[in-house]
């Protein structure tokens, strides 16, 4: 019953040709829609179950052992994302029942969003390397068509930037590829973890490393985040949530998963790069996030921070650290989902973007403002909201690790974030209200459904965090051992 | 023989660097597409070029190819051929919509 493991990527890669087949039925695409999500995520939590009992997974396609075959592996830390990536796309469609408008229905806007799905899942689950490069051009493609999908001037022209900067950084994954199989003839990263600690780490698989790192760092938007912005403030609201919530982190599960497993035997070299392109992208991330006035620009900038401040975990590589990033990285994709969400919605309520031209809006939507009220505090890590325990575990590593510039950059970080949302609280939320009660634009129940239903997320996550403790520590102990992983991929007989 | 291949893939590099800087929408496209054939000849020739006889047809020949590299060119050429034919689409679109294909005239947005 292992084939399990490849229907996190199957099922909806078969429900998005299923429902490119549909597409005059809106109803229709939507319950199969719901349904399909529903169903991964039920496999997702069964494989993540299964791994505590029976340690890592693993499928050799066609019986193809390793390191001949491709493979899928799940131990807890893919399995977890993919629980996240589940609940978060499931709730986002809820949001875009009600907000993507008919047109993007009919034009196959929900086969894309599954399209997208099965490549950041299977992105999360291959245990092969260049399967990772076409799993993460599924997802891509699917990107690229869903920023574009609609076709005003604005997407059409900061889909040219996008388009054209992931078509370099994949250039660059194809490179270091073909690199990194001339120089130790395998693919298969359980394998290739082997080769490299057996030839050890010599300067050639540094550089051939230090290129991995900039491809996943273009991808994850680490320190090479210039395309970010622009590109995550054109599309409408669900799809601008979608990339925030799950593109970069694609990235960043790239980094960990290279930096871990393959190259980590220099980590004063590849791991100091990592600190030092995390440390300015929190700076940056900030200056941006306090520069800008338009709502759209200032929540792009706060992805950044947070993908600095994740890297900071892998940076200082301790045990605590990688869990303190695990536990963020989940936190993450849920805050940032409820906080594009609630960008969107402010922006559909007053029409306008710009902070300046906002105001009062607690007075007429008091749960909008609360919710955004309570995304501000979990962003900045107020214990009891989900954003605290990942910031003291990647504290903690960090002063284990006696990194205390990171430390205190990470923490200062914090306050730029809470700087950013607090003039977008107090200007647009606050004050005296610019609408009056003729021209109410009433809120939908379904836009405030999934901002509520996130918001629930991040409370239980963060009162909740024993629960999902043994996973997370699971995790963080196969990330810092890679031989676990080695052994269960070469040698597992399941 | 893989010297030579790989100068030919610097020149091709080169060849899509230069493409690739200029401001011409098309032009920008037509480095990607050379760019993507450079790196599948580097990926063929990181295999080793022609170390053997052909795979899977027989099993006397005293070594094979290896035929990993060919497998990943192909996959690679058909993920290329796919973004390439969407940048191509998308240009068209920008141009149709904004009536220039100068990358100049498409930087940014009034409004900021």
Redesign the interface.
């Known amino acids: 019953m292992n084939n399990l493991l490849v229907m996190p990527m199957v099922i909806p890669l078969l429900t998005g040709v299923f429902l490119v087949f549909l597409r005059p039925y809106v109803r229709i695409q939507r319950i199969v829609s719901l349904l399909s999500v529903l169903g991964t995520l039920g496999v997702a939590v069964y494989i993540l179950n299964r791994i505590q009992t029976e340690g890592i997974l693993k499928l050799d396609f066609g019986g193809w052992l390793p390191p001949y075959g491709i493979l899928f592996v799940a131990d807890s830390f893919s399995a977890l994302l993919v629980v996240t990536t589940m609940v978060v796309t499931g709730i986002l469609l809820l949001y875009a029942f009600s907000s993507i408008g008919k047109a993007h229905e009919n034009m196959f806007f929900y086969p894309v969003v599954f399209f997208l799905v099965a490549g950041v899942n299977g992105s999360f689950l291959t245990g092969d390397l ?1 399967n990772l ?2 799993c993460f ?1 599924v997802m891509l ?1 699917a990107s ?2 869903l920023i ?1 999908l609609g ?1 005003r ?2 997407q ?5 930037k996008y ?2 900067i992931n ?2 950084s ?2 660059f994954f ?2 270091a ?3 990194l ?2 120089t130790v003839g395998t ?1 298969n990263m359980a394998h290739l973890s082997m080769r490299v600690a057996e030839a050890g780490q010599d300067p050639l698989l540094t550089v051939i490393g230090i290129i991995f790192l900039l491809v996943f760092s273009l991808k994850a938007g680490l320190l090479l985040y210039f395309w970010l912005p ?1 590109s995550y403030s054109a599309p409408p609201t669900a799809v601008a949530a979608l990339f925030g919530a799950l593109l970069t982190k694609v990235g960043i599960y790239a980094l960990f998963r290279v930096f871990t497993l393959i190259f980590y035997h220099e980590p004063e070299i590849t791991h100091t790069m990592i600190g030092v392109m995390a440390a300015l992208t929190m700076i940056g991330g900030g200056i941006g996030a306090i520069a800008y006035n ?1 709502v759209r620009q200032v929540v792009s900038y706060n992805v950044v921070i947070a993908v600095g401040f994740i890297l900071v975990g892998l940076a200082v590589s301790t045990e605590a650290a990688i869990q303190g990033s695990i536990y963020y990285l989940i936190h993450d994709m849920i805050i940032k989902a409820l906080l594009f969400l609630l960008a969107g919605t402010m922006i559909y309520l007053t029409g306008t973007a710009r902070i300046e031209r906002m105001s009062g809006l607690i007075r007429n939507y008091p749960i909008l403002g609360w919710l955004f009220f309570i995304t501000m505090l979990s962003l900045t890590g107020i214990p009891p909201l989900s954003g605290f325990i990942g910031k003291v575990y990647v504290g903690q590593g960090a002063v284990e690790a006696g990194a205390f510039v990171l430390l205190g950059l990470a923490f200062l970080s914090s306050i730029f974030v809470l700087y950013s949302l607090l003039r977008i609280f107090m200007n647009c939320f606050w004050g005296e209200t610019i609408i009056n009660e003729d021209d109410d634009v009433p809120l939908p129940k379904g836009m405030l459904i999934p901002c509520v239903l996130f918001g629930l997320l991040t409370v239980a996550l963060g009162l909740g965090a024993e629960g999902i403790a043994v996973y997370v520590s699971d995790a963080a102990h196969t990330l810092m051992n890679p031989d676990i992983y080695i052994e269960a991929v070469m040698n597992g007989n399941r | 023989m893989e010297t030579l291949i790989t100068i030919l893939v610097g020149v091709l590099v080169t060849v899509a660097v230069y493409l690739l800087l200029s401001r011409n929408l098309i032009r920008v496209i037509l480095g990607t597409a050379i760019l993507s054939h450079a790196v599948h000849l580097l990926l063929m020739t990181m295999g080793g070029l022609k170390k053997g006889s052909v795979p899977l047809l027989g099993e006397n020949a005293e070594s094979y190819t290896d035929a990993l590299p060919q497998a990943l060119i192909l996959t690679a050429i058909v993920i290329s051929f796919a973004v390439t034919a969407f940048l191509l689409v998308l240009a068209y679109r920008t141009f149709k919509e904004t009536g220039s294909d100068d990358l100049d005239a498409l930087r940014g947005v009034k409004d900021e």
């Open positions: 260049f490069f076409v051009e493609l690229y068509v574009t076709g001037k604005v059409l022209v900061e889909s040219i388009v054209s078509v370099l994949s250039w194809l490179l590829i073909a690199y199989y001339g693919l622009g338009d």
